[in-house]
């Protein structure tokens, strides 16, 4: 295989983790085999129903095609603990089988999924003012509490997306309903986002979608053998301290961490106020955001000048040089 065409896979698999992941976040033991609780159909279909169901498998395909995640709300998971605890695990999976290594989730990518969204370059702002909405929604939420994350133990979605577990407790709650407060701040906006599945907040540590070309080589699933000895292990607590927009497709930081157009603290760092970091993000993206707006303005001018007419215009132009040679003679 190419370089070209194993970077392009890698880019189209990107694309849709996230979606993957809250697809298989809804999925029990039944769905792991393809089976859901729908009555029997019957195998003796006529030629007619076969090409309706065809059709709407047609359709919701392309439903599926139309709405591609490109953007998502992240919370970072940085507790060297944690972290810690993660490399532990994927290294003794990567002893069982050295294939998996290009399945883990690379250090400084480590956060749990809020929300998924589309965003166009021209709804990047909007997404961002959302953002900045759902801060008041989550500070009524908290009432002034931190949002202390408890994790323990690891599963999988459909042997396909490895995970760390977030342990039951107070918890939940309030980040479920910091999940649904987004949802719908995104929505209200008009944004594409969320789906009408239920929300499973989980840490993945390693998907199999990153390597597309592992299934050529015959691993095609995630054996729970490999982290049997993790099912109840304890790696620690993450206090909330931020949420992040960021893009899926985009270079990642330095740091391994995806590209984030904006961020918003949760509880009193530094008192509310925001620190250097921010402020520059802040400042560049006012700057950006004015430098659009003066582009769009003139293109609209100039699209509205080239506009076929009347011929007003054009009149009127002529009248005001006939007008000046007239004064001219006098």
């Known amino acids: 295989m190419s370089r070209k065409t194993e970077m392009s896979e890698e880019c189209e698999a990107n694309t849709m983790d996230s979606l993957l992941e809250m697809t298989f976040a809804t999925m029990d033991t039944k769905d792991d085999c393809?089976?859901?609780?729908?009555?029997?159909?019957?195998?003796?279909?006529?030629?007619?129903?076969?090409?309706?169901?065809?059709?709407?498998?047609?359709?919701?395909?392309?439903?599926?095609?139309?709405?591609?995640?490109?953007?998502?709300?992240?919370?970072?998971?940085?507790?060297?603990?944690?972290t810690g605890g993660i490399k532990i695990l994927q290294n003794a999976i990567i002893r069982k089988d050295k294939r998996l290594a290009k399945a883990m989730t690379s250090d400084g990518s480590f956060h749990i999924t809020l929300l998924v969204m589309l965003l166009h370059e021209d709804e990047i702002n909007i997404g961002i003012d959302a953002l900045l909405e759902l801060k008041p929604c989550i500070e009524e939420i908290l009432q002034g509490r931190?949002?202390?994350?408890?994790?323990?133990?690891?599963?999988?979605?459909g042997h396909q997306v490895g995970f760390v577990k977030l342990a039951e407790g107070d918890h939940m709650d309030p980040l479920l309903e910091i999940a649904e407060a987004a949802k719908r701040?995104?929505?209200?906006?008009?944004?594409?986002?969320?789906?009408?599945?239920?929300?499973?907040?989980?840490?993945?540590?390693?998907?199999?979608?990153?390597?597309p070309w592992l299934r050529k080589k015959g691993v095609k699933k995630i054996d729970p053998k490999f982290y049997e000895k993790f099912i109840s292990h304890r790696f620690g607590e993450e206090t909330v301290q931020r949420i992040d927009l960021c893009s899926m497709l985009k270079k990642k930081q330095s740091n391994g961490y995806y590209h984030c157009e904006s961020s918003i603290v949760i509880g009193d760092k530094n008192g509310g106020e925001p620190d250097d970091a921010e402020l520059v993000k802040l400042s560049k993206r006012l700057v950006e955001n004015a430098v659009l707006k003066a582009v769009q303005q003139y293109l609209e001018e100039t699209q509205n000048k080239n506009k076929p007419g009347d011929g007003s215009s054009v009149k009127t132009e002529e009248a005001d040089r006939n007008g000046t040679d007239n004064d001219n003679r006098k």
């Not at 931190?146 to 979605?157: H, K, P, S, W, Y």
């Open 34 to 82: 393809g089976l859901t609780d729908v009555p029997q159909i019957n195998l003796e279909r006529s030629e007619e129903n076969e090409w309706i169901s065809k059709d709407q498998t047609k359709k919701k395909k392309k439903k599926y095609k139309d709405y591609q995640p490109n953007y998502f709300l992240s919370i970072p998971i940085t507790n060297k603990e944690i």
């Open 146 to 157: 931190c949002l202390t994350l408890r994790f323990q133990g690891v599963d999988n979605f």
């Open 185 to 211: 701040t995104f929505q209200e906006k008009g944004i594409l986002a969320g789906e009408s599945r239920i929300f499973k907040p989980h840490l993945t540590f390693m998907k199999l979608s990153q390597v």
